[in-house]
C-alpha cells in the first residue's frame, strides 16, 4: 500500500498531461522517476539477497493474498463499508459450535462484497480521477501527500495501518483546513469507539467517515479555476 503514495505523485503528473495536453516532465518530475527506477533498481535485488534469493517476493506476494482473501473485523477502508452486512454483525453471526466461530461472518462479507467488485472499481477509478485533477500542475509533495487519499479508498488495511493518515498533515502547510478536519477525523473515530461496541460496527463506521474526511482533502487542496477579469 505504500506504492499508493508513489502513485499520487504519478497521478498528478498525469492530471497536469491532460490540462496541458502535452505529454513531458518537468526537470523535478525527472528527478522523482530517476529517483524511483534507481531505488527499485538497488533495494528490490537488495532485498532478495538477504532473504534468500527472489523466491521470498513470492513467499511474500502469498502471504499478503492470504491477508487480503480473509476478513477481519478491524479491517477498515472503502472495501469494507461496501462488504457490511448490517443484518449479520460479528454479535448476531458468530457461531460458537463452528471450528471457526467466525466463519458465516466471513463468508457473508466475501459475498457481499464479490457483488459490488465492479462498483467498488469504478469508485475507485472516480477518486483517482479526482486526485489527478487536484494534483495537477502542483509540486510534487502534494501529489504524493494525496496519494495517501488513496490508501482508504483502494485497500483494505487493519485499523493501526491508520496511522499513515499523520502524513496528511503536511498539507496543513497550504491548507490549514486540512489539520483541523484530521484532527476532528480523530476526535470522531475516539467517539465512533465509545458509541459502539462490536469491533466490526466501529471499524465500518471508522471508514465511512475517513473516505469522507478523503474525498473533502482531495476537493479542498484542488486548484479552484481563476475568474474571469
Keep these: ?63 499478503s493474498r492470504t491477508h487480503l482473501s480473509t476478513p477481519l473485523a478491524n479491517h477498515v477502508g472503502l472495501r469494507t463499508v461496501l462488504a457490511h452486512d448490517p443484518e449479520l454483525t460479528t454479535e448476531t453471526a458468530r457461531d460458537p459450535e463452528l471450528a471457526d466461530p467466525m466463519a458465516r461472518w466471513k463468508q457473508a462479507r466475501k459475498d457481499r462484497f464479490e457483488a459490488q467488485r465492479w462498483f467498488f472499481g469504478a469508485l475507485v477509478l472516480v477518486f483517482a480521477g479526482l486526485v489527478a485533477r487536484a494534483g495537477a500542475g502542483q509540486p510534487l509533495w502534494i501529489g504524493a501527500a494525496l496519494g495517501i487519499t488513496l490508501i482508504p479508498i483502494a485497500a483494505e488495511l487493519t485499523g493501526y495501518y491508520w496511522a499513515v ?32 461496541h462490536w469491533t466490526d460496527e466501529i471499524h465500518v463506521w471508522l471508514s465511512v467517515v475517513t473516505v469522507a474526511f478523503c474525498v473533502f482533502t482531495v476537493l479542498l487542496v484542488t486548484p479552484r479555476a481563476s475568474a474571469p477579469d
Design 1 to 63: 500500500f505504500p506504492g499508493l503514495i508513489v502513485a499520487g505523485a504519478l497521478l498528478g503528473i498525469a492530471g497536469r498531461w491532460v490540462e496541458s495536453r502535452r505529454l513531458s516532465l518537468t526537470r523535478d518530475e525527472r528527478r522523482f522517476v530517476a529517483g524511483g527506477l534507481i531505488a527499485t533498481a538497488l533495494l528490490v535485488p537488495a532485498s532478495a539477497l538477504l532473504h534468500g534469493g527472489f523466491g521470498a517476493w513470492g513467499e511474500f506476494f502469498e502471504n
Design 165 to 196: 493518515l499523520l502524513g496528511l498533515a503536511v498539507l496543513a502547510e497550504r491548507h490549514r483546513d486540512v489539520g483541523a478536519a484530521l484532527c476532528g477525523l480523530a476526535a470522531v473515530g475516539w467517539g465512533i469507539a465509545q458509541h459502539w
